[in-house]
């Protein structure tokens, strides 16, 4: 686990039953906690969008009765946890690596993971017991698509 959670800056949790509610609780609790941190707004979105991710894929495939969202600073970028009860799933365990191939409807649901790997950096997935804990950092600076590509390239 990240050595950060410990401060918890922030710290979210909701209970059972998860609804559309929630979603919107989440987002406007995180914007205004990343706007107080005087985190930029392109900064806060990839946050909030990363994190409603999560939240959602949780609510609608993992039967968790809570989900919790903590949350610190780490130097420039943003450290986040999110962790739920609920089935065991790890959000890597597929093999595939070619994202376009999960444009296909039968796929789909994946999708999410690839927007996660382009946000997101030090992606980290964890079985505790009977939770999954999901560890990241957002930077706060957006991904250079240019870099990625060319550490892809050197990575073949």
Known sequence: AFSWLRTRLIDIRFDAPLDQRQVFKLRADLMVWLEAQGFPADTSYRVVTVVDELFC???????????Q??????????????????IAFDPFESTQKDYSLYLNADTDR???LYLISRIAKDVR???????????????????????RRQERANAS
């Open 125 to 147: 997935y964890t079985r505790l017991g009977s939770e999954n804990l999901v560890e990241f950092v957002v930077p706060a600076e957006p991904p250079d698509p240019m870099k």
């Open 57 to 67: 894929n949780t609510m609608e495939y993992s039967g968790a009765h809570y989900t």
């Open 69 to 86: 969202i903590q949350s610190d600073t780490q130097g420039p970028d943003i450290a986040v946890a999110f962790k739920a009860d609920g």
């Open 110 to 112: 994946r999708l999410g």
